[in-house]
């Protein structure tokens, strides 16, 4: 009985996957080798994941181009974690994605950043939340649970099998917002500048569990980067056609410019809670969960 209030309550969230080639009946194997590249046009991969050095890959397995990586690929006894093989530098915006290739289950599946004071390997024997445990990570699960300094908030749809989870984080102005399937989930943490160094992050509590990284870019923060997110948010449609090919060019390398702020969400997308208009305009300069995905309302359009 209690199990099955478990399993609902993991369940019970709305997640989707990004097309709809998971649907379907496809036979294992098409899953095994990776399912299917819908939304993988931009190969771009500035970093890949790297292979824990105390994890055996009775842990973590990986494809040999370090971006496709499969937890607990026998049996599960714990937590396996991995990080980028790159930190993340100041002053840039970072975005990256990645794809969902097997259904989640169990105690949790996480995407996020951690800094260099995470111990991946300190909980291969524990099941456990891995990501946001304290105030050196930050998670989201699949169960649509918000994780950083043990705090918890659950205002997110999760992730399930073929979803597609992006993360945008800003060092410049130090924030960090989640996406599903392109779409913004708001700004979730503030004030990542305090970190020294921060690296990408996914683990998994699952038995062949397996996730890819799908794309990674990013573009450092400049008048140029902001004259190109106004330009985009206002070039659509047959207006497109009169870009500069190089322009044209460079904004389909780096869509992720051109994805929606959560506000044009929020005006098209009816299954979104309304806004609380009484909330305060600034965001938090303190580190803090935005238990505030109900806070959605910044003016900023970028
Ligand atoms: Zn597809």
């Avoid at 292979?51 to 370090?66: A, H, I, K, N």
């Avoid at 990586?69 to 991995?82: E, L």
């Avoid at 130090?174 to 399937?181: A, S, V």
Wanted: proline share 5%; charged share 20%.
């Amino acid at each position: 009985m209690i199990s099955r209030l478990i399993h609902n309550e993991r369940t019970a969230r709305n997640a989707k996957p990004y097309c709809q080639c998971w649907n379907q009946n496809r036979p294992r194997l098409w899953e095994s080798s990776g399912g299917c590249a819908c939304g993988e046009h931009a190969d771009i991969s500035e970093w890949r994941w790297e292979m824990p050095e105390s994890t055996g890959t009775s842990w973590v397995m990986m494809c040999p181009d370090q971006k496709q990586v499969t937890f607990h690929p026998f049996y599960s006894s714990g937590t396996a974690a991995v990080k980028g093989d790159t930190p993340l530098v100041r002053d840039y915006h970072y975005y990256w994605e990645i794809k969902m290739l097997t259904e989640p289950y169990g105690t949790d599946i996480m995407v996020g950043l951690g800094t260099n004071k995470v111990n991946m390997a300190d909980s291969l024997f524990t099941f456990t939340s891995f990501l946001g445990r304290n105030g050196e990570s930050y998670g989201l699960s699949y169960t649509g649970a918000l994780r950083h300094n043990a705090s918890v908030t659950r205002d997110n749809v999760g992730f399930c099998k073929g979803s597609i989870i992006g993360v945008k984080v800003d060092l410049w102005q130090g924030t960090l917002e989640f996406y599903i399937n392109r779409k913004s989930q708001g700004i979730s943490f503030y004030n990542l500048r305090r970190h020294q160094a921060l690296y990408p992050m996914i683990c998994s509590t699952a038995a062949q569990s397996s996730m890819r990284l799908i794309y990674a870019a990013s573009w450092q923060a400049s008048l140029l980067v902001d004259a190109a997110k106004i330009l985009a948010a206002s070039v659509n449609g047959e207006k497109s056609l009169f870009l500069p090919p190089g322009l044209k060019h460079t904004l389909k390398s780096q869509f992720w410019l051109t994805l929606p702020n959560h506000k044009c969400i929020l005006d098209v997308d009816e299954e979104t809670p309304e806004l609380s208009p009484s909330s305060p305009s600034k965001p938090d300069s303190s580190m803090s969960l935005s238990s505030g995905l109900k806070r959605k309302h910044w003016h900023r359009r970028w």
